[in-house]
Structures are given as C-alpha cells and as structure tokens.
C-alpha cells in the first residue's frame, strides 16, 4: 500500500500542471506521533504553508483541508474547531484571506480518529497560503492536532497564540516532533468558483 511522503511543492512540479487537475499537497509521513492541545482554545492556530508558484497555473482553489484529529483525548467526543486560509507572501502567515467576514470556519469531525476531509472552495488569490486550524474549545472540551514521526523538522508547520505573532511549530519537549498533520486538496487552473464534490478531476501526488 503506497502512502504519501512529506514534500515541497517547488521541488517537484516544475512543469505546467493540467487545468482541472487536484493535487493533495502535505508535509506529513501518514504516521502520527505525538498529539498536543492547549488550555486556552479560543485565538490558538495551527497551520502549514504552502507555495503553489512552480505550478505555472491560475484560477487556482483551495478544494478541501485534510486535518488528523481524534475523539479519544481528551474527552472521547469531537467538540470541532474552526479552519482559515492566511497570506504567506511575506514568508510569515500574515491576514486572513479566508473566510472573509469571519475569523474561521467552524466544523465538527464525526467518526474516529485519522484525517478528517473538509469543503472549502477558497479561489486563491495568492501563490503562498497557510492552510490553519483554530483549537477554539478550551481543554478538556477540544480536539487535539497531531504532528508525524518524523523527527526532522519540515520547517512549514506553524502556530499563533493569541496577541502574539506567528511562530515555527514548537511540539512538546523533549519529543522532536513538529511536522503538523494537515493537507489541502489543491484544484489548478478551474475557472469556476463554484465546483461541486462530485467533479473531481484528476488527482496526483507524490508517492513511495
């Protein structure tokens, strides 16, 4: 069974991508190794960026986020949290692009644990974006994030607390974990904004 490996979208596609097609873009190894959560919910972000410029494409959406959570800790239930898409342009997640007029998206997980797949349909005006997540719920009524086994840092993963500026993903010492399981279902060169689940596409990915 072939799995997906971490990787940076500007080694990869340095070719035009086809129009329509769906990439699954990641940082993560498949394994989870470590789950974290904060005591205070509410303004607590985690995110992963992400460069699609080597794609050479435009009318470009942010499909879906893939994010790994679980109901068992702290509290055996899913409680949700809320999800945004921030400017990376800069080199640092800076204002919010999506969703407008809200400070996120508010959605609640069913099932058990793994990655859990979420709509978003966000037209990206952008050629870097961080894709994040909101604890929201204070601990113990939250759902926790979770970072990989790989023990090198990716260096993409990041978190905010509130008030303070956004900062590389710490984890928890002494465990050297920080690679944070979230994925965005990337669609390129669409000229609608408004796609439907059903028109999928092609989807392509790295794999070993």
């Known amino acids: 069974m072939k799995r997906l490996i971490a990787f940076t979208i500007s080694c990869i596609f340095a070719t035009a991508a086809a129009a329509g097609d769906l990439y699954e873009l990641g940082y993560d190894n ?15 972000w985690v995110g992963n960026d992400f460069d699609v410029s080597t794609l ?42 999506w969703p407008e007029g809200s400070e996120g998206r508010y959605v609640k997980p069913s099932g058990g644990e793994g990655f859990k797949t979420f709509w978003v349909n966000y037209y990206v005006k952008t050629k870097k974006f961080v894709a994040a997540v909101e604890q929201y719920y204070n601990y113990p009524n939250c759902d926790p994030y979770y970072c990989d086994s790989n023990p090198t840092f ?11 500026p956004w900062e590389p993903l710490v984890g928890k010492n002494p465990y050297p974990y920080r690679n944070l399981m979230l994925r965005v279902i990337f669609r390129v060169g669409y000229s609608e904004i408004g796609v439907t689940p059903a028109s999928l596409g092609r989807v392509k990915a790295l794999y070993y």
Not at 74 to 80: L, Q, S
């Open 30 to 44: 498949g394994a989870p190794a470590l789950y974290l959560a904060w005591y205070t919910g509410a303004g607590f």
């Open 56 to 97: 050479k494409t435009t009318h470009n959406v942010v499909r879906e986020m893939k994010y790994f959570t679980s109901p068992h800790w702290p509290n055996d239930v899913y409680d949700g949290f809320r999800l945004a898409v921030f400017d990376f342009s800069t080199g640092l997640p800076g204002a919010r692009l």
């Open 154 to 164: 990716q260096a993409h993963s990041w978190q905010k607390y509130p008030a303070k």
